[in-house]
């Protein structure tokens, strides 16, 4: 899922500061099961805001609401009439809900109140860790289902580097060597044999380096036309 | 060797191809560029190393620390009538700005070209910048090889001019986890067209020499030059720093006790009571056992079936590399016929 984190209180209230009334969005999806963006976020977001704005001098009102999923249209339609009330919509959302939120009321202005962090999944309560760069061409099935695009610090297809040492990577012990994760991983499944082979030079293309993505299938495009 | 020879037997001429490729035991040196536009650094950094090095490396912004560049500071070398082994890394480069670089770098005599992956810029001056890492030290040996003996572009694109021809090396870490991999990986570089190998500081020998067993085991030293890595300790707490600070460095308590030793005479004193001249005495009896046990290692690294030469690092102390190439009885340095690789010739 997509993991993300609040932004200080003190960026909320810059990027907020010229509006009266503000409606805070959550989103009842990554950013709820992450604790950032959910409706207790949203409640604590817009409660502190008032407070804050309050103690300043410069109260504002401050509503909020959450929607199960930001970045589906359906959801957002929903909240219509409450977005166009409001002179800034503070989304916890995560950058997708931001700019789903921007494409469907083009007449509303929305900022931010989330930093969209990874892909990743919680390792233990309270702890996430990176897992994917959607680089748009996976290739976990050669490396032991260990993805050193997103967990090895230089994204090395012909790992490891000389950097790592006792599991860890060199540019921080909490990191753990994708490349010591692979190879212990193709150790034990008797699979070595893998690393072995030169991997050549990646293709970027389908990563973000070929610019914006979208994938567009005609069958259920038809299918939705149709129906 | 995958690399096809040319006709007249070298794959770039370069001096280091050369010395290596008639049987002599090579020294390599380095030479760190510096932090500013000055080249006369460079030409006095060469001159403490001419007559005593084969060729020398010059850094990519080693540790990610923003210096002259390696091309830049390698073209100066080449003016100075010193043969460069320019460094390269992946870091700061996507591989059309690589194959650019390298480009210029043949076309102003660079010869010799070691593939690097990169320190991470977090550990430089930096850290803010984004990273490229579009390809890694393997396959860019392979990109180096193939524009030589397939005289394509990484794209397949053909040469329609002369292609670079460099004498390609590619770095080894025999100490660095996962350590039963490391042979492995040193022939994958091999495999990928490195036709010699420079290795991370070796202060261990009997732990390098269970390495070059299994490097023998896989017939790897018959492919390709293998450059052990050395380097003069400086202090017995420089020793300490790379024992426990540094991944990849295996350095034998033995050692440190020796560094220790020669700074005895001062090692009762408080850090207060020692004089300028104290400090000044004890730092040159550091310095003079480093350089011994540098001369030490180097003859014990010899030793060893497949070690073809060894690799002085010495950066910000270009002036120990003289007593030690005269001490380890490397000196003077062969002077070889000068032969162009057959697209020159």
New interface residues.
């Given amino acids: 899922m997509i993991i993300a984190e609040q932004k200080p209180l003190n960026e909320l209230k810059t990027l907020i500061a010229d509006a009266a009334n503000v409606l805070v969005v959550g989103c009842g999806t990554c950013v709820t099961v992450c604790f950032a963006g959910g409706s207790r976020e949203a409640a604590i977001t817009a409660a502190s805001l008032r407070m804050a704005t309050k103690l300043d001098g410069n109260s504002k009102q401050v509503s909020e609401v959450t929607v199960q999923r930001q970045c589906e249209w359906e959801y957002l339609d929903q909240i219509r009439e409450q977005v166009k009330q409001a002179d800034v919509v503070l989304s916890l959302g995560c950058g997708i809900g931001v700019q789903a939120i921007v494409e469907r009321f083009p007449d509303s202005w929305v900022v931010p109140g989330l930093n969209t962090s990874f892909l990743g999944l919680p390792l233990e309560q309270g702890v996430w860790a990176e897992r994917c760069a959607a680089c748009g061409d996976c290739i976990l099935g050669l490396t032991g289902g260990i993805c050193p695009i997103a967990r090895c610090?230089?994204?090395?297809?012909?790992?490891?580097?000389?950097?790592?040492?006792?599991?860890h990577c060199?540019?921080n012990p909490d990191v753990p060597?994708a490349?010591?994760l692979i190879?212990?991983r193709l150790s034990k499944m008797d699979k070595?044999h893998v690393?072995?082979e030169?991997?050549?030079?990646?293709n970027?293309r389908t990563s973000r380096d070929g610019g914006p993505r979208k994938i567009v299938r005609e069958d259920l495009r038809l299918a939705y036309q149709e129906g | 060797m995958t690399a096809t020879l040319s006709k007249n037997g070298y794959l770039s001429g370069s001096n280091l191809e050369r010395v290596l490729r008639l049987g002599h035991f090579a020294v390599t040196g380095e030479l760190g560029p510096p932090q500013s536009a000055d080249g006369e650094v460079i030409r006095k950094k060469a001159d403490l190393l001419r007559g005593y090095v084969d060729a020398v490396n010059i850094t990519d912004n080693q540790t990610a620390i923003v210096r002259m560049s390696s091309i830049g500071a390698g073209s100066i070398l080449v003016q100075a009538g010193l043969e460069p082994v320019v460094q390269m890394t992946c870091r700061d480069r996507n591989r059309l700005a690589i194959q650019s670089d390298l480009l210029g770098a043949y076309a102003l005599g660079m010869r010799n070209l070691l593939c690097l992956t990169g320190d991470h810029q977090t550990f430089g001056n930096h850290p803010t910048a984004k990273n490229v890492f579009d390809i890694d030290s393997i396959q860019l040996v392979k990109l180096v090889a193939d524009m030589r003996d397939e005289r394509v572009f990484q794209c397949g694109d053909a040469f329609k001019g002369p292609e670079p021809r460099f004498f390609i090396g590619a770095a080894a870490a025999p100490f660095a986890d996962p350590i039963d991999f490391r042979p492995y990986r040193l022939a994958k570089k091999v495999k990928a067209g490195a036709s010699f190998i420079q290795t991370q500081l070796v202060y261990d020998v009997p732990a390098f020499a269970a390495f070059m067993e299994k490097v023998r085991h896989l017939g790897v030293h018959k492919q390709t030059y293998i450059l052990a890595g050395v380097g003069p300790l400086k202090s017995p707490a420089m020793a300490r720093y790379m024992k426990n600070n540094v991944p990849g460095i295996l350095v034998p308590d033995e050692l440190i006790e020796r560094m220790e030793a020669a700074g005895a005479p001062w090692a009762g004193k408080g850090k207060d009571e020692l004089t300028k001249e104290d400090k000044k005495a004890r730092a040159g009896a550091w310095q003079g056992e480093g350089i011994q046990i540098c001369i030490e290692l180097i003859q014990r690294l010899r030793q060893i079936d497949g070690v073809a030469g060894v690799h002085i690092m010495a950066i910000e102390w270009e002036e120990a590399v003289k007593p030690i190439v005269e001490g380890a009885g490397l000196y003077p340095r062969p002077v070889v016929k000068a032969q162009v690789a057959e697209a020159e010739a």
Avoid: F, H, V
């Fill in positions: 610090s230089k994204s090395l297809l012909n790992g490891p580097c000389g950097g790592s040492e006792a599991g060199e540019i060597c490349w010591q190879y212990d070595l690393l072995l030169l991997q050549p030079p990646k970027w």
